[in-house]
């Protein structure tokens, strides 16, 4: 399997509902860090979570990480019709030499929220 | 905030035809920049990391000499999709950070994408 795996691939809710998106990825990591991308536009960067960090919140978003089970989680709550759209995780592995923490992306969940 | 600037946003042209996408940091020094590439409803894939002065170090299956990627100012990296044919068609993201973004554990700051379309 691949560095970042989301699941689920796709999830569909009704407006006022939460949301649970998870990822696992496999290599030792700087930080992980949630994006959300509208259909056919750029990255929104939403939250960063550190390697030494446990969860965060930010507004409506609350992830959590698990660095001994290699995980993180996403969570949306009271989502509205606007959350439609795409979330990937993204991990910033330890790196070595000028390349100062590429990003690894994961498959990425499709999130429609029905009004 | 800090911001980057990718152009052109949309490109479509003939088979064989060389296309240039620039990525520009507006308010700070990139010293890193990253290229993405992203298939229709797939995920975005690392092509390449360049740093400022030096040459690019491109990922596994990615042909350095189809696509070529200049980083010769702090504030501008280009990438130049060479001889571009219809499997090329993609999204493709710029990303940007500078030295500082790194050691406290910012988040890169992201183009809009270009979006390319081979015919």
């Known amino acids: 399997s691949q560095q970042g795996e989301e699941d689920p691939q796709a999830l569909s809710i009704q407006e006022g509902e939460n949301a649970t998106m998870n990822c696992s990825y496999k290599?030792?990591?700087?930080?992980l860090q949630w994006y959300r991308q509208n259909s056919g536009r750029g990255l929104v960067h939403l939250i960063l979570?550190?390697?030494?960090?446990r969860e965060k919140h930010s507004g409506r978003l609350r992830v959590t990480l698990d660095t001994s089970k290699k995980s993180s989680s996403l969570l949306i709550t009271a989502s509205q019709a606007a959350d439609t759209a795409s979330y990937f995780c993204?991990?910033?592995?330890?790196?070595?030499?000028?390349?100062?923490?590429?990003?690894?992306f994961g498959q990425g969940t499709i999130l429609t929220v029905h009004p | 905030g800090a911001v980057v600037s990718q152009h052109p946003s949309w490109v479509i042209c003939k088979s064989g035809t060389s296309v240039k996408i620039e990525c520009r940091s507006l308010?700070?020094?990139?010293?890193?920049m990253f290229w993405y590439r992203q298939f229709p409803k797939q995920s975005l894939m690392l092509m390449a990391t360049?740093?400022?002065?030096?040459?690019?170090?491109?990922e596994q299956g990615v042909e350095k000499d189809k696509f070529l990627i200049n980083h010769a100012s702090l504030t501008l990296s280009t990438l130049t999709v060479t001889s571009a044919h219809p499997e090329d068609s993609s999204f493709y993201i710029c990303?940007?950070?500078?030295?500082?973004?790194?050691?406290?554990?910012?988040?890169?700051?992201f183009g809009d994408g270009t979006r390319l379309s081979i015919l």
């Open positions: 990303s940007a950070r500078d030295r500082t973004d790194y050691y406290s554990n910012q988040p890169q700051h």
């Open positions: 290599t030792s990591i700087n930080n």
């Open positions: 979570i550190r390697s030494n960090e």
């Open positions: 993204a991990t910033e592995n330890r790196a070595g030499g000028t390349s100062y923490g590429k990003l690894t």
């Open positions: 308010d700070f020094q990139a010293t890193t």
């Open positions: 360049s740093n400022e002065g030096s040459k690019a170090t491109y």
